[in-house]
């Protein structure tokens, strides 16, 4: 008998008008083009691929997700917990993240350092996801220093896996070790 994963996330609403209420918030209009990022368009279809380090369901585009559950099987062959924080996010999710960090006061140029803005977030393609594993702080740079990063660093390339933000990228995001994303071979 197989798992019975809940049902996938909602579709979202009118992606325009997520992004006009990103701008409102003080997301530049020219974003896209000043940090080299391309609008992320959410998938049709999405697959389960087991709940995050929280218990919440998490999906990913079907081919990402194949790829995903091949190279976290791999990993456990190696003696690696590949554990996931977090994989697909909609348009609509990524923008309450904005608007909670909003609503404490945080800057938008500190938010936007650390956070792509609703609409370029590759967690929107479900093709992304956050990793971590046992004894690692969730979305620390410590993550760099785990015998897990060291095998992604090695392998993931093989499951057509990069990390997207290394330091010094281009696209001016934050070093996250924990982010990789996968690309069609």
Known sequence: MGVIAPLPPPRTEDWRALLERAHALGVPRDYGRRHRLRPMREPSRLTFIGADIHGRPQWLAPRAAAA?????????????????????????????????????????????????????????????VDLTTPGCTPLEEDFEHSPAYQWLHRHAHRYGFRMSFPRGNPHGIAFEPWHW????H
């Open 68 to 128: 995903f559950n091949r190279m976290r099987q791999r990993a456990v062959d190696y003696g690696i917990e590949l554990q996931v924080v977090s994989a697909f996010r909609s348009v609509a999710y990524q923008l309450g993240i904005l608007e909670r960090k909003r609503e404490r006061g945080q800057d938008i140029e500190a938010i936007l350092r650390v956070s792509a803005a609703p609409g370029y977030s590759e967690h929107h393609s479900g093709r992304a």
């Open 181 to 184: 994303c996968w690309h069609a």
